[in-house]
C-alpha cells in the first residue's frame, strides 16, 4: 500500500479468519478463554484486544510509526508517553500554548509526581535552547497551537532537541497524518486525540500514542498499570472514522479557507488566525511544513459579551468545546477549553476575551457562512 487514502481505509485490517468478514470485527470483551497457546496472545482487554490492536496498526501506518498504542483519549496518551519517558526528579518542558486539560496537567499533575516543569514558547529558538540548557528531558507540544493557530518549526526543535538528548513530543491532533507527519520532521513521539479527526463523528473518546516498537512497548506497561485503555467499540467507532479521514480533511480545509476569507472581510471582525491565509505570520512555514491547513479558524471579536452574543446567535454551528467534527462546532477558549488558565498566561499567549475559536465542518460551506454572517451582523 502506497496511497495514504489506501492506507485509511484497508491499513492494519485483514479479513476475519472465522467468518471472513471484511469489516473489522468488533471484540466487545473484557476477557479472553484462555487455550494451549503460551503465552496467550489477549488474556484481558486492558492489556490488548484485537480491535484495539487494528486501530493502532492503522495509525501507525499512517504516522510512519513503527508502532502505535491506542488509549481511553488524548489525555490518556499524553500521560503514558511522559510517565514513559521521564519520571521523578526529572526535568520537562511544555509548550504554554497548548490545550488547557494539557496546561493542567503539567502545571498541577506532574510536579505532584516529583517531575519539575517548564513552560517555553517553542516558536522561539532561544527559549528552547534555555529549557534544554537547563536539562529538560522531554519537549512537548502542539502545532498549530490550539487555539491561537501558530505554526512551530517542528525540523528546528527537533534539531536542537537531538544535540541535547531530549526527547520531542508532539500532539498531531489539529493536522492528522493526512496533513503533518512529525515523527518524518524529528519528532520522537506523536501523540493524537482521536476524539476528534481521527473519529471525526464526536461519537467515541480516544487517544494513540505513535513511536519506535521499543518505546510503544514500554509505553503499553505504563498504561495497562495506570489504566487508560480504550474501550473496543471506541476503538471500532475510530477505525470506521479513518477510512473517510482524508475526505474529510479536505473538506474541512476547503471550507476552512472559505470561512476564514469571509471573516476577514466582515466589519465587526478584528483579526483571523489560520495558518492557510497568505498573511499569517508563519504562513510560510506552514507551507512547507504541512501538506493543508486543516479546519480550525480562530477570530477576535470585542470582548467576551460580544462573542458570547454572537454564539447565540447562530443557528446552524453549535457551541461546544471539542472539535474535529462534521459538524461545524464554536467555543469561547477563555471561559472554555482555557479557563484553567491563569488570566495572565492567556493573554500573554493571545487568548483573549475576544477570542472565538471555530472548528469549521463539512457542511456546505456556504450554510455555514450564511450562519456566521447573520450573527455578526446582529452585533
Keep these: 500500500m502506497k496511497g495514504f487514502s489506501t492506507k485509511a481505509v484497508h491499513g492494519g485490517e485483514e479479513p476475519c479468519p472465522v467468518t471472513g468478514s471484511h469489516a473489522v470485527p468488533l471484540y466487545q470483551t473484557s476477557t ?35 508502532a502505535a498504542l491506542a488509549t481511553a483519549s488524548g489525555m490518556a496518551a499524553i500521560l503514558t508517553s511522559v510517565l514513559t519517558l521521564a519520571g521523578k526528579g526529572e526535568k520537562v518542558a511544555f509548550s504554554a500554548a497548548v490545550y488547557g486539560g494539557t496546561y493542567s496537567l503539567a502545571r498541577n499533575l506532574l510536579p505532584r509526581l516529583g517531575m ?43 534539531d536542537l532537541a537531538e544535540e541535547r538528548g531530549a526527547r520531542v513530543i508532539v500532539d498531531n491532533t489539529l493536522m492528522t497524518p493526512y496533513y503533518q507527519r512529525p515523527l518524518e ?43 487508560g485503555s480504550i474501550s473496543p467499540f471506541n476503538a471500532w467507532l475510530i477505525v470506521r472514522g479513518i477510512k473517510t479521514l482524508p475526505l474529510r480533511m479536505e473538506r474541512h480545509s476547503q ?22 491565509l497568505p498573511d499569517h505570520p508563519q504562513h510560510e512555514l506552514a507551507r512547507r511544513q504541512m501538506r493543508g491547513f486543516g479546519g480550525m479558524v480562530s477570530f477576535e471579536l470585542g470582548g467576551r459579551e460580544e462573542a458570547y452574543r454572537m454564539m447565540g446567535g447562530l443557528r446552524l454551528i453549535r457551541c461546544a468545546v471539542s472539535l474535529g467534527d462534521v459538524c461545524s462546532l464554536i ?49
Excluded: W
Design 255 to 276: 471550507n476552512a479557507l472559505r470561512v476564514a476569507e469571509f471573516l476577514r472581510s466582515h466589519p465587526r471582525v478584528k483579526g483571523v488566525r489560520y495558518p492557510g
Design 331 to 379: 467555543e469561547h477558549p477563555s471561559t472554555m477549553t482555557h479557563r484553567s488558565l491563569p488570566e495572565e498566561e492567556r493573554e500573554r499567549l493571545g487568548i483573549g476575551e475576544g477570542l472565538v475559536r471555530l472548528s469549521v465542518g463539512v457542511e456546505d460551506a456556504e450554510d455555514i457562512i450564511e450562519d456566521l454572517g447573520r450573527a455578526l451582523d446582529a452585533l
Design 116 to 158: 519539575e516543569v517548564m513552560m517555553f514558547d517553542p516558536r522561539s529558538r532561544e527559549e528552547v535552547e534555555e529549557v534544554l540548557r537547563r536539562g529538560a528531558r522531554i519537549l512537548l507540544l502542539e502545532t498549530p497551537t490550539n487555539p491561537t493557530l501558530d505554526v512551530v518549526d517542528l525540523g528546528e526543535v527537533c
Design 185 to 227: 520532521l524529528g519528532a520522537e513521539v506523536v501523540v493524537h486525540s482521536a476524539t476528534k479527526y481521527l473519529c471525526g463523528h464526536g461519537d467515541a473518546l480516544g487517544g494513540v500514542v505513535v513511536g519506535k516498537e521499543e518505546f510503544i512497548s514500554e509505553a503499553r506497561r505504563v498504561m495497562v498499570l495506570t489504566g
Design 32 to 66: 479472553f478463554v484462555l487455550g494451549k497457546e503460551l503465552p496467550p496472545r489477549y488474556v484481558y482487554t486492558r492489556h490488548g484486544n484485537p480491535t484495539q490492536e487494528v486501530l493502532e496498526k492503522k495509525v501507525a501506518l499512517l504516522e510512519g510509526g513503527e
